[in-house]
């Protein structure tokens, strides 16, 4: 099947798909325009014989790093006889759409057929929350916990969503960018 031959599949059933402005390799890329369509457009794939999520993950476009979230400081290295070079403060990339959103990315595979296809859904900063794919893939489980951890992202119905590599006590999810580290007792 060809991605436009899937694409006319997919969007005779969810009539609300569109092709994404800047696919993803050479993979057929679909943007979804609201996190209620998320679960119908996983259904409707796995159905098409898109029975395995490879992947979910999310970028936050919010801009460059806030520095504050990182030990600047640099370290003594015995090789080197002036020590380690302190780390350069980021900047902003030109060209670069910076935006208050959470890119959400899930990538799904048909193995019979060796076809791969992405779903895009942007979320807001303020309350990022998804539908959970855990009911339809048991793949989703620690992939969605992740990104809960990391990146603050919420996914509803999911049986488990709680802390998966940070600790409890850690504030924040380390992985936004405007994340701010708050010393701790691992700290010095």
Do not use: C
Request: no cysteine; glycine share 6%.
């Amino acid at each position: 099947m060809t991605q436009d031959e899937l694409f006319n599949r997919l969007s005779a059933r969810l009539p609300q798909l569109e092709r994404a402005a800047s696919p993803i390799r050479d993979y057929l890329t679909l943007r979804l325009k609201s996190t209620d369509q998320i679960l119908p457009a996983a259904k409707t794939l796995k159905e098409l014989g898109y029975d395995y999520l490879e992947m979910i993950s999310a970028t936050d476009w919010l801009g460059p790093v806030n520095p504050n979230g990182y030990i600047r400081n640099p370290n003594p290295n015995v090789f080197l006889p002036e020590g380690a070079t302190p780390q350069n403060v980021p900047g902003a990339t030109p060209g670069v759409n910076y935006r208050p959103v959470f890119d959400m990315l899930w990538l799904f595979g048909n193995i019979k057929e060796r076809t791969r296809v992405f779903l895009r859904l942007e979320l807001p900063r303020s309350n990022p929350t998804t539908s959970s794919l855990y009911g339809l893939f048991k793949s989703a489980d620690w992939q969605e916990r992740e990104i809960y951890d990391l990146m603050g992202v919420r996914f509803e119905g999911h049986p488990n969503l709680t802390k998966i590599l940070t600790p409890d006590f850690l504030q924040g999810h380390p992985l936004r960018k405007d994340y701010v580290h708050v010393k701790d007792r691992y700290d010095e």
